[in-house]
């Protein structure tokens, strides 16, 4: 049977009361009457309509940016351009969805077009901005104090081949992990009747839903930019010193990767909690785990550790092994849990949840 006939008034607003819609929209509402060019859809729109006119746009504008990083990287000889792309593609998809569709198409100025969006969308584009801007500024500033290639490439690149392979092998399907993680703003700023009508009906938890989610940002924020800081100061005091244990990296072997989980996560959490999340946008969190997780994250970056320090330095490749035995890989036990840096992640979470609260209620 097909999705639709299963899911039907999920994805294609029929069989749905009337007098049941109008709470489910977000608030405030779409204008009734957008102009003829607006890419907001109708509400009857099925599920492959629904993809064909938001996510293949989507995928459209993550191949063009794959493409030519992919001849800019090739041309430098840095495999990394990649790297640079990841968060300047999502963060500018999610504001060309959210912005300057409306400003081309509808003729809007860009304060009215950000006026449209209702407080949970402004939290989102928010939310995407920083994540993306600070994720981008480390990468950047990495990469011209390095001054060559991430290390992590200099195994793949000796192959005569790969660079002739790498944009159908690297580039574009980090196009396609792009486009799905970016499901929650393309969704829901460009359809977000269909994510209103869509979404899974949370009224009695909506503000528990709001809270989590900037809980699960604040805190996944502290662990990323933390884990940069503690690992950058490492560094200044013996380029050569030993692994790295203390602070944040006592919780994980991974906290960065761990914290860009908890974020990304929030995203999804925050559009539930604001009746926006359609489903499809669930995709989104569990492809941005997979992909840290088990493909260009995780799995790399420790594969690349262990075979850099077995040739070019065995003591840190013996302290690697003990850190691989007593530390998880990316989701803490019951000892990591107690750690202290654990415990402050939580705080800036509460401290996060806590501020949003009082920014909204007597500010805004």
Sequence with gaps: MAEQDIYGSRFTGRDLPLEGIASRLPHPP?????????????????????LGSTVLPSFNLHAAFAAVTYGLARY???????????????????????????????????????????????????????????????????????????PRYAAVKKDERFWNLAFFSLFLPEAVAQTLISLPFTLSFRAPTQSGLASPPVTNIGGFLHSLSIFLFSAGLFLETAADYQLEAHKKVDYDAGILREGVWGIVRHPNYLGDVLVQASFSILLLGGNLLHPLAILAPVTNYIFLRFNGGNKEDESSRQDRYSKSDPLKAQQFKAYQQDVNSFWPDLKGLKRKWTQVAVAVGVGGMFAEWAARTLVL
């Design 30 to 50: 779409i204008p009734a009457a957008p102009h003829p060019q607006t890419p907001i859809l109708p509400t009857g729109t099925s599920t492959v309509g629904l």
């Design 76 to 150: 430098t000889d840095r495999v990394e351009g990649k790297d640079w792309l990841w968060p300047t593609s999502i963060t500018a998809n999610a504001w060309w969805n959210a912005i300057g569709t409306y400003v081309i198409n509808d003729d809007l100025t860009i304060p009215e077009a950000w006026s449209r969006l209702d407080y949970s969308q402004k939290l989102l584009l928010g939310g995407v901005s920083v994540w993306g801007l600070r994720l981008l500024y480390r990468i950047v500033s990495r990469s011209a104090k390095r001054g060559r290639d991430d």
